[in-house]
């Protein structure tokens, strides 16, 4: 069975940090490109970043620039999403997904990837 799993979210102070895991059961991520999603409510799903089976990767919310950092390891099928400075604004569902091939899509249209987690809850709050 395919599928990708989201862990580490939680309730955090603004200003605090929070690293979250995806990782992938069934198959191998070395072929994938993975983005993270994230899912305010009331808002649409947006994308945050996604990272090349190479390791090179792509933001696509210009608001976590300088505070979230994504990276992989394929040795371990997983992929990180390191938050920092967290925001109340940083509040929702987040989701990682895969996208087959080596290269992140140019738009983050959730169309674009074959495989979703269920996401895990992120809070900012005091």
Known sequence: ????????????QPGGSLR??????????????????????????EGVLCIYSSGESTIYAD???GRFTITRDNAKNTV???MNSL????????????????SCPAVPAPYEFDYWGRGT????SS
């Open 1 to 12: 069975q395919l599928q990708l799993v989201e862990s580490g979210g939680g309730l955090v």
């Open 20 to 45: 979250l895991t995806c990782a992938a059961f069934g198959f191998n991520l070395d072929n994938y490109a993975i983005g993270w999603f994230r899912q305010a409510p009331g808002k649409e799903r």
């Open 63 to 65: 608001p976590v620039k």
């Open 80 to 82: 990180y999403l390191q």
């Open 87 to 102: 925001k109340s604004d940083d509040t929702g569902v987040y989701y990682c997904a895969a996208d087959y091939g080596w």
């Open 121 to 124: 809850q992120v809070t900012v």
